[in-house]
Every structure is written in structure tokens, then in C-alpha cells.
């Protein structure tokens, strides 16, 4: 009899299967038909290859149901079947696994991005994963493995939705990385570690997009962050195309090359991903022979680390402090509090953005004014932070249902703030904290109020990491603040303060937080009294700080110390903040040139200022200008400029595309101005995912951007066969044709397409792109340009079209 999965892969590493799509396609599974449908259709052909596997030595055999969601299915019609399908691939996986070999019922993403990138809802996302998942789980799964996910804020929507229906489920996570050591949406490795282990996962690592070398990279990074078992499912080296076949390089003694190293970093699950074979796995099985290293994790530590999709910051550990921007606060502030009311953002993402810059590690997301629907605000403002910045967010609201709110919407792991000792808080919050994946800010207060003592806020916050404890959540995710007292009232209590940050410290070992100018409220020259208890602060054993980081004196406090207290190693941060300071004379700085209309244009296309880019048009059009003077030279070279950024690393997809929307609203308000043929096209673009492939996220975020550029774009959509892309083509003249493919599978259909334009005369330039393309790719099957992103893309086109 097996032993339970998760103590088997502590006691041993286990071998997960192979490929499944390629090994279907050599049974007889058509270009374009369901994989999934075999399951009914021809289950002793799903049978053969798992029993392939088994044969081979696998320990994990994972279920044909990867596209097995009812939005993966809807594509075939058979969106009814969800239930029927997935049982019955548990069904066959069960037969061919035995009695020795795991059944793991894989699923994937849906092919759609959540809001605000997308269009899905954190609630219809979950509601998908949780109908296929009820489906595996009923079926009789041992695991759960999402696999080849894109999106670190879908995965976590698909762990929550699981999570809810089986507590002790074991669920692997995987994502997929490209080559520059990040998912498609920004997400480096370690984020996607920090926001996975939160919610709940047992395993996580990598698959697909990557040979063995690279997952290696990508699960070294993770394992700096968690303790939890690692997954490598490696492809077998980038596809090829060799005598018109598409074939992986990669033999089964190529995928053994990193077996040692991958057990000694701390992974349990080895298997094989695109273009492995049972010959694959087998080789690995016997690579692993008298090589069953008992799993002893690394000691989780007391670090909290917090992520955002495309950033991840610490807590304690001996990090340096982390600093929690507080202006996005409608406390005395009647321009936020107004746009609050009207639903507005500006005053949002203008804050997000400079706090950002000045230093915040943390932003403080606090959207409590009266008269607003706050869950609906806290849903806009972490939306538009998290487009806006990578920074991670802090929490900030006393109203559980707009937490809940801004949980969904949140896109990594956060720091709610806050939840204290009284009996409705910890009922209220604590559940919200677990089944989400949040940190917690502690507040030392109960019932009886805040404690004047040291001693009764430590006791406080024991109790406060008791009943965490009981709700699931480690004592790492809490942060306790000790609470600032104003010291102008009572001057005794900002040692009481200290006192108790170095008990909590010390005898609780957690870490802690405080709001630090709270301390000088009803004093002169408040930032004087501010600073310096901020550095005793951070004597005593101070983790986070909530500040203003426009406020230097507070800012220059916490550099220094970061120096002193050997938490800003060479002083590398504080060198690089300061090293072009220099002390200028009295009235030397002169006022800088206020900005012109085509720059704040500019400048809003690079923030995504959405709701404010109409204005500046109306501003514009009464300057004079002209519509295509703003197109050409304020929106186009803004644009431009998100290209360049999204080029160097320091822009991701979400930005991108909130760039693209914004530009897009304002194209619209300027085709008011125009008669005629409007703004002139730069030309005319066919774009299609080709035959077989129902994968069109790439493409549609390309169509986007080349709208946005001043192309004209035919959106032929998903799975179109060669004839039409070329029917269309001839019948509208365009200039260009763009193919695109996800699956290894469907990238010989790029070729067929290439072929049928030249055989009939199509003139139109040729382009193509997808996960699994490459260059060389491309130049063996005949295009004219290969594209690695959407943002190449459009600058290739423009330069092919001398535009």
C-alpha cells in the first residue's frame, strides 16, 4: 500500500510523467480537436500513454484534463461535460497508475487574464477552477497540479478556489518562466513562491517554457524565499524544426544533467514537460536510483515576506527596514476624500508613483471616507496601484467586506492592516487572513482599550499570535504594532513604546511596526521629534515603519540607521540616494519650467492616467494643436517610451497594457475632431492564432498595441485555418500578416499559411510570435519577422512598413 503523497515525496523524490499533447497527436488526436474529449471518445488511447509512463517509472501519473475547465472546453462546445470529462480522466489515470503509482488531476489556466489586465473577476475565475477541481477531487486524485500558468494572479485565484473545497488536498503549483528569469505579466520567481506558499499550496516550481538549466535558475531563486518541496518539470531544450517537424532537442541524458543539484536545493518532483517521452522519464527514474534523500526543509525563519506580481519585499529577518507609504489616506485630505466620492483614482496612482520613487518598500492602501461604497473603492484603488506600481500593498480598512474586496483584487501577497485583541476583530479578520494569504499588522489594543504598559501590549500580542495560530496562520505572517502614543499628552509613553517593541522582540519573537509620526502630533517642528524617535525606534528592534516618504527628515533617518545598524551592506543604498547631493546656495535653485501640454500627454500615456487623458486632449485641441500633431508628438512618443521601459525590465504587461488603454481613450476623443479618414492608418494588419491553436492571449494583446500605434488591425481570432487567413488577406490587401501559436503542437500550421500566401501571390509581409517560436524558427519556415513580445512586434512592423 503507498504511503500519503506528501510524506512520500519527504521520504523520497518522485518521478512525475511526461508530455501528454505530443503523445497524443502520435495516437491520432486531430489538429484542432479537444485532448480532452479522448477521455470519452478513445480512453484506451489516454490509457496507453499513461501506462507509457508507468512502464517508464513514473511515481505520478498527471490526468488528461489540462484544458478540462469549462472555459477551456467552451472553445469545443462541450463547456457541459466539465464534470463527465475530468472523472472519467481520473478514472482512466487511476487503471494505468496501479497500486504503487500517484493520480495528480492537472489543470491549467483559463486563457483569460483577470481584472484589471483582463476581463475575468476574481469570483468567476475561482468559480471555473473550483467546478473542475470538485470534478478531480470527486473523481479520487491524490494531488492536485496546476501546471503552465502565466499569471501569478490566476494561480491564486485557482489554490483559493481549491483551498475551499479540501483543506488537506496536497495542490502543486507550477508557473511558467521565460528566459529573462520572468513569467509573461512581470512575476520574477520569488514573488511567485511568497504569494503561493500563503495561500496554501504543498509543492512549487516551474514547467514548460524552460530546459532543465533554466528551471534550475528559476527554482534556486524561489528556494530563497520558502521552505516548502520544489517541483522541476522541464521541456526537453526549445523547439526546432527539423525536416518540417517540430522537435525538441533535448535527450533523456540532457534532462538528467541537473538531478544532483535539483535534490540538493530541495527538489521532490522530477518530471518532464513539452517534448518528453517515456525514454525521457525513464532515464530520469534510473538517474535517480540510490539517490532517495530524506526532504529536511530549511528553517522557515522569522521573515515576513510580503509580493506584489511583479515585486517582493521583507519584514524582520534582519532585512532592512521596511518603509509603509501612508498617504494614500483620506484623513485630512479633501482632494482624495473628493475623488473618493466620485470614483475617481488620480490623486491614487500620483501617490502610488512618487512614494514609490522616494522609498516606500509598502503602500498603505486606505480608501475609509464617509459616503462612498468602500468595498467598490478598495477594488478601484488596489486595481490602480497595482497597474501603476509593483510595489506591495498594505491593507487598510476596519470593514471586513472591503478587505475581502481588496484581497481579491490584490495580485500577491499583502499585509492587512489591521486586526487587535478584541473578539470581533479576530472573528472577523483572521479567517480573511488565512483564506487569502495576508500578513497581519497586530494592533496591542482589546477591549479595555491600549494597554499603558509595556508588559500588557506584549500580552496583547501573545494572545493576538495564539489565536492566529489556531486559525492556521504562522506566527512569521504577524507584525505587531505596539501602538504610537502622542508624547506632547502623555511624555512617559513613547518608552512604554520602545519598551514593548523590544519585548515582542525578544521574548515573543515577532516582528513589529509602528506608525511613527503619530509620536510628535501637538508639537513644533514635528519632524525633528518624528526622525529621532524613528532611529530609537529602529534601535530598538524596529522591523517597519508607516511614514510619509516625502518627508526627508524621516527618509534620511532611515537611510542612515540602515547604514549604522549594518542593515544596508557597503552602504550601497544610501550611496546611491545621496551620491548626487550637493549642498547649493540660498536662492540657487531657480523654479523648474512648468511642463507643456505635449509632455503631461506624454507623461499620462507612460502612468496609464486613464480617467485624466480626455482633459489633456480638450487642453491640447484648445492650444491648437492639431489631432495628429497630439497623436505624432505627445501620445505616439509616450508609447514609444513604455516600449523602451518594458525593453529594459523596469515595465511589465500590466503597465503595458494600461498604457494601451489610455492611449486608446485618447484616439477616441480625438477621432471626434476629424471628418473624412481620420487619423491616417500606418497600415493595414492581419492577425490570427493559427489552426488548432485556441490559445489568443499574446495575439490579443498585440492587436492592442498595434491599435494603439495608428494600425488598422483584422482580428481573425483564434483556431483559423490557413484557407481563410489567406482568403482574407487577398480580399483586404493588407500590409502585413501576424501568426501566432502557444503549442508545439500547432506551430507546423504557421508554415502551412506561409506556404498557401506565396502560392498564391500574397505580397503582404509575414510575421510570427508565440510561446514556443523562435528565430530560427521562423527563418526556416519562410517569415519575414520573428517577434519574442508584442512590443517588438509593433517596432518591427513599424520599421518593416518605414514607419
Given at each position: ?539 530598538s528592534g524596529l522591523d517597519a515603519a508607516i511614514v510619509n516618504p516625502k518627508e526627508q527628515a524621516m527618509m534620511a533617518a532611515w537611510r542612515s540607521a540602515m547604514v549604522l545598524l549594518h542593515r544596508d551592506v557597503n552602504a550601497a543604498a544610501y550611496i546611491d540616494a545621496y551620491k548626487g547631493a550637493v549642498a547649493e546656495p540660498a536662492g540657487a535653485a531657480g523654479a523648474a519650467e512648468p511642463e507643456g501640454i505635449r509632455g503631461r500627454l506624454g507623461r499620462a500615456v507612460i502612468n496609464g492616467e486613464r480617467e485624466g487623458i480626455e482633459a489633456l486632449v480638450e487642453q491640447a485641441l484648445a492650444e491648437g494643436l492639431t489631432p495628429m500633431q497630439i497623436s505624432s508628438e505627445a501620445l505616439l512618443p509616450g508609447l514609444e517610451e513604455v516600449g523602451r521601459r518594458f525593453e529594459k525590465g523596469s515595465f511589465f504587461l500590466p503597465q503595458v497594457m494600461q498604457s494601451a488603454d489610455t492611449m486608446k481613450a485618447a484616439f477616441t476623443r480625438l477621432k471626434k475632431e476629424l471628418t473624412g479618414s481620420g487619423l491616417a492608418s500606418l497600415g493595414k494588419i492581419l492577425i490570427a492564432t493559427v489552426e488548432g491553436d485556441i490559445h489568443d492571449i499574446g495575439k490579443n494583446i498585440l492587436v492592442t498595441l498595434l491599435e494603439n500605434n495608428g494600425f488598422e ?91
Amino acid at each position: 500500500m503507498k504511503k500519503p503523497f506528501l510524506q512520500a515525496i519527504r521520504e523520497r523524490v518522485l518521478v512525475l510523467d511526461g508530455a501528454m499533447g505530443t503523445m497524443l497527436q502520435e495516437r491520432g488526436l486531430k489538429p484542432g480537436q479537444s485532448p480532452e474529449e479522448l477521455n470519452l471518445l478513445a480512453p484506451e488511447v489516454v490509457g496507453g500513454v499513461h501506462e507509457a509512463y508507468v512502464a517508464a517509472g513514473a511515481d505520478i501519473i498527471v490526468t488528461n484534463t489540462f484544458g478540462g475547465s469549462s472555459a477551456k472546453l467552451s472553445h469545443y462546445g462541450l463547456e457541459d461535460r466539465v464534470a463527465e470529462i475530468n472523472k472519467k480522466a481520473v478514472e482512466i489515470a487511476r487503471k494505468a497508475a496501479g497500486p504503487d503509482a500517484y493520480v495528480a488531476g492537472s489543470i491549467g489556466p483559463t486563457g483569460r487574464f483577470l481584472e484589471p489586465v483582463g476581463d475575468m473577476s476574481f469570483d468567476e475565475a475561482a468559480a471555473i477552477f473550483g467546478e473542475q477541481a470538485a470534478a478531480l477531487i470527486e473523481g479520487g486524485v491524490d494531488a492536485i497540479s496546476l501546471e503552465t500558468f502565466l499569471d501569478i494572479k490566476e494561480i491564486r485565484a485557482a489554490v483559493i478556489a481549491i483551498r475551499e473545497l479540501s483543506a488537506d488536498l496536497p495542490i502543486i503549483a507550477m508557473l511558467t518562466f521565460e528566459e529573462k528569469g520572468r513569467s509573461v505579466l512581470g512575476s520574477p520567481p520569488e514573488a511567485a513562491a511568497i504569494t503561493l506558499e500563503a495561500v496554501g499550496v504543498d509543492i512549487v516550481g516551474s514547467n514548460c517554457g524552460l530546459g532543465v538549466d533554466g528551471i534550475y535558475d528559476i527554482l534556486k531563486a524561489m528556494r530563497s524565499v520558502t521552505s516548502l518541496p520544489l517541483i522541476s518539470q522541464a521541456n526537453a531544450g526549445l523547439p526546432i524544426l527539423k525536416d518540417g517537424v517540430t522537435v525538441f532537442p533535448g535527450t533523456p541524458d540532457d534532462m538528467t544533467a541537473y538531478h544532483d543539484r535539483l535534490i540538493e536545493l530541495g527538489v521532490r518532483i522530477i518530471g518532464g514537460c513539452c517534448g518528453t517521452t517515456p525514454a525521457h522519464i525513464k532515464a530520469m527514474r534510473a538517474a535517480l536510483d540510490g539517490k532517495n534523500v530524506p526532504f529536511v526543509p530549511k528553517d522557515a525563519g522569522s521573515t515576513t515576506w510580503l509580493s506584489s506580481r511583479g515585486s517582493f519585499t521583507a519584514i524582520g529577518g534582519g532585512h532592512p527596514v521596511a518603509t509603509i507609504g501612508e498617504r494614500i489616506n483620506p484623513t485630512g485630505k479633501k482632494l482624495y476624500s473628493q475623488e473618493l466620492r466620485e470614483g475617481k483614482v488620480a490623486y491614487i496612482r500620483r501617490e502610488a508613483l512618487e512614494q514609490t520613487e522616494l522609498g516606500a518598500t509598502l503602500l498603505d492602501v486606505n480608501v475609509g471616507t464617509p459616503g462612498i461604497d468602500e468595498p467598490a473603492a478598495m477594488e478601484r484603488a488596489v486595481f490602480c496601484v497595482t497597474g501603476a506600481v509593483q510595489t506591495p500593498l498594505v491593507l487598510d480598512s476596519s470593514s471586513p467586506e472591503a478587505l475581502e474586496r481588496g484581497l481579491k483584487a490584490a495580485d500577491g501577497k499583502v499585509l492587512i492592516n489591521s486586526v487587535n485583541g478584541e473578539e470581533k476583530s479576530l472573528a472577523a479578520v483572521l479567517p480573511l487572513a488565512r483564506k487569502y494569504g495576508a500578513a497581519l499588522v497586530c494592533l496591542t489594543l482589546d477591549d479595555a482599550g491600549i494597554p499603558a504598559t509595556a508588559t500588557g501590549r506584549v500580552a496583547i500580542a501573545g494572545k493576538i499570535a495564539e489565536r492566529a495560530a489556531a486559525a492556521g496562520i504562522p506566527r512569521r505572517n504577524l507584525v505587531v504594532d505596539c501602538l504610537t502614543l502622542t508624547v506632547s499628552a502623555e511624555q512617559k509613553g513613547a518608552l512604554e513604546t520602545l519598551d514593548a517593541v523590544r519585548r515582542v522582540k525578544g521574548e515573543l519573537n515577532l516582528n513589529t511596526v509602528l506608525g511613527v509620526s503619530n509620536i510628535s502630533f501637538g508639537l513644533p517642528c514635528r519632524p525633528l521629534i518624528s526622525s529621532t524617535f524613528f532611529s530609537m525606534a529602529m534601535l530598538s528592534g524596529l522591523d517597519a515603519a508607516i511614514v510619509n516618504p516625502k518627508e526627508q527628515a524621516m527618509m534620511a533617518a532611515w537611510r542612515s540607521a540602515m547604514v549604522l545598524l549594518h542593515r544596508d551592506v557597503n552602504a550601497a543604498a544610501y550611496i546611491d540616494a545621496y551620491k548626487g547631493a550637493v549642498a547649493e546656495p540660498a536662492g540657487a535653485a531657480g523654479a523648474a519650467e512648468p511642463e507643456g501640454i505635449r509632455g503631461r500627454l506624454g507623461r499620462a500615456v507612460i502612468n496609464g492616467e486613464r480617467e485624466g487623458i480626455e482633459a489633456l486632449v480638450e487642453q491640447a485641441l484648445a492650444e491648437g494643436l492639431t489631432p495628429m500633431q497630439i497623436s505624432s508628438e505627445a501620445l505616439l512618443p509616450g508609447l514609444e517610451e513604455v516600449g523602451r521601459r518594458f525593453e529594459k525590465g523596469s515595465f511589465f504587461l500590466p503597465q503595458v497594457m494600461q498604457s494601451a488603454d489610455t492611449m486608446k481613450a485618447a484616439f477616441t476623443r480625438l477621432k471626434k475632431e476629424l471628418t473624412g479618414s481620420g487619423l491616417a492608418s500606418l497600415g493595414k494588419i492581419l492577425i490570427a492564432t493559427v489552426e488548432g491553436d485556441i490559445h489568443d492571449i499574446g495575439k490579443n494583446i498585440l492587436v492592442t498595441l498595434l491599435e494603439n500605434n495608428g494600425f488598422e488591425v483584422i482580428d481573425l481570432g483564434k483556431n483559423v485555418a490557413a484557407a481563410k487567413i489567406v482568403a482574407k488577406a487577398q480580399e483586404l490587401q493588407v500590409d502585413a500578416v501576424g501568426l501566432s501559436a502557444l503549442m508545439t503542437t500547432t506551430m507546423a500550421q504557421m508554415e502551412k499559411v506561409i506556404a498557401l500566401l506565396k502560392a498564391e501571390g500574397v505580397k503582404s509581409f509575414t510575421m510570427v510570435g508565440g510561446a514556443v517560436v523562435t528565430g530560427d524558427y521562423a527563418k526556416e519556415i519562410g517569415a519575414d519577422l520573428y517577434a519574442k513580445d508584442a512590443m517588438e512586434a509593433v517596432q518591427l512592423i513599424k520599421k518593416m512598413l518605414g514607419k
